[in-house]
């Protein structure tokens, strides 16, 4: 059974760089789109981007001059740097694997931007 | 605001049909791009309802079915239980913005 665990800080001081890596048991991460998706408090649901094929890459527009998103085969893991945070910056984010639709969730980290 | 388009909220009683429209452009869903649905309980993260706009993947209900015509899908759900109560979510992809969208999502009530 595919499992995925986000993990990393909980709390981020604003101007600084978000960490977080999702670790997938129980199958691969190549040939899938690897994403990661947020979540603000009491609001809907945003993609920040994903990686495929072990290098390719594709981000929201919004956030691509501050996001990156990489990948560890050897680990099965992939990782997500989002820089110079602000308050707005504050969610619940979630990494996930799909195909057809998104069909696997970790279970979400929520992530405070504050000093 | 979101690039696809769903109601806020809507309601139904259990037993009853209810469904959820998602309107999109020619950029997107009316581009061929495939419409996924996700369901998200409170407190939990989304689950996969719907993809390529009418397949459930294994283990979820036959209540839950989707369509799509022209530039809108839709997510319908029969026999409308208390458990159904919960946030929806379409998404597809958009070429003009090379990337994944999400509607705003759609509260379901449970009367």
């Known amino acids: 059974q595919v499992q995925l665990q986000e993990s990393g800080p909980g709390l981020v001081k604003p101007s600084e760089t978000l960490s977080l890596t999702c670790t997938v048991s129980g199958g691969a991460i190549t040939g899938y789109y690897c994403s990661w998706i947020r979540q603000p408090p009491g609001k809907g649901l945003e993609w920040i981007g994903y990686?495929?094929?072990?290098?390719?890459?594709n981000y929201n527009p919004s956030l691509k001059s501050r996001v990156t998103i990489s990948v560890d085969t050897s680990k099965n893991q992939f990782s997500l740097k989002l820089s110079s945070v602000t308050a707005a910056d504050t969610a619940v984010y979630y990494c996930a694997r799909g195909r057809a639709g998104i069909g696997y969730w970790g279970q979400g980290t929520l992530v405070t931007v504050s000093s | 605001q979101s690039v696809l388009t769903q109601p806020p909220s809507v309601s139904g009683a259990p037993g009853q049909r209810v469904t959820i429209s998602c309107t999109g452009t020619?950029?997107?869903?009316?581009?061929?791009?495939?419409v996924n649905w996700y369901q998200q309980l409170p407190g939990t993260a989304p689950k996969l309802l719907i993809y390529g706009a009418t397949n459930r993947p294994s283990g979820v209900p036959d209540r839950f079915s989707g369509s799509k015509s022209g530039t809108s899908a839709s997510l319908a759900i029969t026999g409308l239980q208390a458990e159904d109560e919960a946030d929806y979510y379409c998404q597809s992809y958009d070429i003009s913005l090379s990337g994944v969208v999400f509607g705003g999502g759609t509260k379901l009530t449970v009367l």
């Open positions: 020619s950029s997107n869903t009316g581009a061929g791009y495939d």
């Open positions: 990686i495929y094929d072990t290098g390719n890459t």
